[in-house]
């Protein structure tokens, strides 16, 4: 199916596990994010990536990684989870960075770490 | 860095007509985004605006002033439906950044 979907949906974990949280999208677009949203914090980016094997950090990049080697794909890995990483993880693509073409997001993930 | 403030949340009625405020402040600036988010569900795309001035888009329009740093998006004809999140935000670069969101309850 076209879009940008996400795996899982919903995902339980325990701290100090490694998870990794899938992101692939059916367009072709250049560009892809991965944000977190929190109560009161709104999305805030964790990392994007401009083209495959070109990444970068966003506004909260610590206890995270990424990889990008299709386009297609950029999966968000948590090396070992922390309470704190409890949240809803969307990812998100465009055609560009912050300019006029529209981010198109996945459904999320709701990460859950006890 | 970029500083985006608005209204946490918002009550208004069916019928009736809506603005919500949009404040930012930036080192960079491409153009301003505007995105409803139901509850539990990922954001969608709204409007987009780079020049100063009003753009309409059916019941939705969405103000621009680059000089004060000011957006504003107004519903029209409110339905129950558009109970939502509304996030502003900002362009600059290669990535946006989001405000925290106008939650907007419609009531009957």
């Known amino acids: 199916d076209a879009g940008i979907t996400q795996s899982p949906r919903y995902k339980i974990t325990e701290t100090g596990r490694q998870v990794t949280l899938m992101c692939h999208q059916t367009w072709s677009h250049s560009y892809m994010f991965w944000y977190r949203q929190d109560l009161g914090h709104g999305l805030r980016l964790i990392y994007y990536s401009a083209a495959a094997d070109i990444t970068d950090k966003g506004e909260v990049p610590d206890g995270y990684v990424v990889s990008r080697s299709k386009t297609e794909n950029f999966p968000l890995t948590l090396e070992s989870a922390t309470r704190s990483q409890t949240s809803v993880y969307f990812c998100?693509?465009?055609?560009?960075?912050?300019?006029?073409?529209?981010?198109?997001f996945g459904p999320g993930t709701r990460l859950t770490v006890l | 860095g970029q500083n985006i403030d608005q209204p946490t949340e918002m009550t208004a009625t069916e019928g009736a007509i809506v603005q919500i405020n949009c404040t930012y402040q930036t080192s960079g600036f491409n153009g301003l985004f505007w995105y409803q988010q139901h509850a539990g569900e990922a954001p969608t795309f709204l409007s987009y605006?780079?020049?100063?001035g009003l753009e309409e888009k059916g019941r939705f329009s969405s103000f621009l002033s680059r000089s004060k740093g000011y957006s504003y998006l107004l519903l029209k004809e409110l339905q129950m439906k558009d109970s939502a999140s509304y996030l502003c935000?900002?362009?600059?670069?290669?990535?946006?950044?989001f405000g925290t969101g106008t939650k907007l309850q419609v009531i009957p």
């Open positions: 605006n780079v020049l100063d």
């Open positions: 935000a900002v362009g600059g670069g290669q990535k946006v950044t």
């Open positions: 998100a693509s465009s055609e560009s960075g912050g300019r006029n073409n529209e981010q198109f």
